[in-house]
């Protein structure tokens, strides 16, 4: 912001830029891991974000800046479809929100050496060279997916792979997902949560050194403790969903009572931007923001578990669109907010708000977790006339 003379609300457009591009990528990306599987989606995604993320420590002006993070939304908009398809295809559904739990544990790892990594970087060289280390850094793992990653090992699909590959190549039946009842209220949910979040990693290193005073080093380290924390409670939470199903109790009980507590706990955000203590304000961050990292894992969970068969890609591409929005809106309107306000309190008051609401949602609208019934036209290979058929599946 100082270097280049931007504005908060020109800073707000900038971090939002990069989920104009990931809203609109998620759906043809999870439709694309259906149809051509989880390595290739993921593995040239990888590369995409990477190189894009690298590009943005070389842009001189705005322009260049926003045109370079809607270059990474491009690349992680596979991230998240591909791997709800892993965890539905690899895991059973006593098994699934741990796995997926897990997986987003080791994102949340990484969420919590970025800020030490970065407050390092901008330290000792500067804000540039942060993002060429970091996007260089990240075609490493490229290349241990490619050698390492096999999708065919270990499956576990609820019917025939023939079945399943058949059901991907239909068109995808819009009209009755927009309008199912339970997929609608993943939607909402999935907006309330992510304003709540993308508000955390677009501003609360801003909200740190500007409204409570740190330096960039203390940013880094305080801004690192959530995250450490959702490394640890992001499997457990996923572990304790499926020790409930494993003790008799329903999937639905044990999806919408372990995500609701989490969102719960993610409101107390509100109470933030009232105490004046700064290492106050920190701890009940750490604990919100680590409560609403697990949300997602269990949000996904239940997205690849309401899903029809070889459609949990889509689906969860098709919620994370939902949630980019909010994405696209939560750095742009707490820009506006602080520029009007001169203060961060009102931002956290509305995250605060939506995340309640999403609670809300996701108590009285979703009602059972199970696989939605959709009435579907299936060609056979042998046999060219189209049947009706319901498709169902046993997860």
Same mark, same amino acid.
């Given at each position: 912001?100082?270097?280049?003379?931007?504005? !908060?609300?020109?800073?707000?457009?900038?971090?939002? +830029?990069?989920? /104009?591009?990931?809203?609109?990528?998620?759906?043809?990306?999870?439709?694309?891991?259906?149809?051509?599987?989880?390595?290739?989606?993921?593995?040239?995604?990888?590369?995409?974000?990477?190189?894009?993320? +690298?590009?943005?420590?070389?842009?001189?002006?705005?322009? =260049?800046?926003?045109?370079?993070?809607?270059?990474v %939304?491009?690349?992680?908009?596979?991230?998240?479809?591909?791997?709800a398809?892993?965890?539905?295809?690899?895991?059973?559904?006593?098994?699934?929100?741990?796995?997926?739990?897990?997986?987003?544990?080791?994102?949340?790892?990484?969420?919590a050496?970025?800020?030490?990594?970065?407050?390092?970087?901008?330290?000792?060289?500067?804000?540039?060279?942060?993002?060429?280390?970091?996007?260089?850094?990240s075609?490493?793992?490229?290349?241990?997916?490619?050698? /390492?990653?096999?999708?065919?090992?270990?499956?576990?699909?609820?019917?025939?792979?023939?079945?399943?590959?058949?059901?991907?190549?239909?068109?995808?039946?819009w009209?009755?997902?927009? &309008?199912?009842? #339970?997929?609608?209220?993943?939607? @909402?949910?999935?907006?309330?949560?992510?304003?709540?979040?993308?508000?955390?990693?677009? /501003?609360?290193?801003?909200?740190?050194?500007?409204?409570? =005073?740190?330096? @960039?080093?203390?940013? %880094?380290?305080?801004?690192?403790?959530?995250?450490?924390?959702?490394?640890?409670?992001? !499997?457990?939470?996923?572990?304790?969903?499926?020790?409930?199903?494993?003790?008799?109790?329903?999937?639905?009980?044990?999806?919408?009572?372990?995500?609701?507590?989490?969102?719960?706990?993610?409101?107390?955000?509100?109470?933030?931007?009232?105490?004046?203590?700064?290492?106050?304000?920190?701890?009940?961050? &750490?604990?919100?923001?680590? +409560?609403?990292s #697990?949300?997602? %894992?269990?949000m996904?969970?239940?997205?690849?578990? @309401?899903?029809?068969? %070889?459609?949990s890609? #889509?689906?969860?591409?098709?919620?994370?669109?939902?949630?980019?929005?909010?994405?696209v809106?939560? !750095?742009?309107?707490? =820009?506006?907010?602080?520029?009007?306000?001169?203060?961060?309190?009102?931002?956290?008051?509305?995250?605060?708000?939506?995340?309640?609401?999403?609670?809300?949602?996701?108590?009285?609208?979703?009602?059972?977790?199970?696989?939605?019934?959709?009435?579907?036209?299936?060609?056979?290979?042998?046999? !060219?006339?189209?049947?009706?058929?319901?498709?169902?599946?046993?997860?």
């Amino acid at each position: 912001m100082d270097e280049l003379d931007i504005a !908060p609300t020109q800073m707000g457009l900038l971090l939002s +830029a990069f989920f /104009w591009s990931y809203t609109i990528c998620n759906i043809p990306a999870g439709r694309l891991a259906d149809r051509f599987g989880a390595k290739k989606v993921l593995g040239g995604a990888a590369a995409i974000w990477s190189v894009a993320s +690298a590009l943005t420590g070389g842009m001189p002006h705005l322009i =260049g800046l926003m045109i370079a993070r809607m270059g990474v %939304g491009v690349g992680e908009a596979g991230v998240f479809p591909t791997m709800a398809k892993i965890a539905a295809e690899q895991f059973p559904g006593r098994e699934r929100a741990t796995a997926t739990g897990c997986y987003l544990a080791g994102a949340r790892l990484g969420y919590a050496l970025t800020p030490v990594v970065i407050g390092f970087l901008i330290a000792q060289f500067n804000w540039r060279l942060a993002f060429i280390v970091t996007g260089v850094g990240s075609l490493l793992f490229c290349l241990f997916w490619f050698f /390492w990653y096999d999708e065919n090992e270990g499956r576990v699909i609820g019917k025939s792979v023939e079945s399943k590959v058949q059901m991907e190549k239909q068109p995808v039946p819009w009209l009755q997902l927009v &309008t199912n009842r #339970t997929i609608l209220g993943l939607f @909402v949910a999935k907006f309330g949560a992510n304003y709540l979040y993308f508000m955390f990693l677009t /501003w609360i290193p801003a909200y740190l050194v500007m409204e409570r =005073g740190f330096s @960039v080093l203390e940013m %880094g380290f305080y801004a690192s403790l959530p995250f450490v924390v959702a490394f640890i409670t992001q !499997p457990l939470t996923g572990f304790i969903s499926d020790f409930i199903i494993r003790k008799g109790f329903s999937k639905t009980i044990a999806r919408k009572g372990v995500l609701v507590a989490a969102q719960a706990l993610s409101a107390t955000i509100i109470a933030v931007a009232f105490v004046e203590d700064p290492m106050i304000a920190m701890l009940i961050l &750490t604990i919100n923001i680590a +409560a609403a990292s #697990t949300i997602g %894992g269990m949000m996904q969970t239940m997205a690849s578990e @309401v899903s029809p068969l %070889g459609m949990s890609a #889509t689906v969860t591409g098709a919620m994370n669109t939902v949630g980019a929005i909010a994405g696209v809106l939560a !750095p742009t309107v707490t =820009g506006l907010i602080v520029e009007m306000t001169g203060s961060f309190q009102m931002a956290l008051v509305v995250a605060g708000g939506l995340i309640a609401i999403a609670a809300a949602i996701i108590l009285f609208v979703i009602q059972k977790i199970e696989p939605i019934k959709l009435n579907i036209k299936t060609v056979k290979k042998n046999n !060219p006339e189209k049947i009706g058929c319901e498709i169902t599946e046993s997860r």
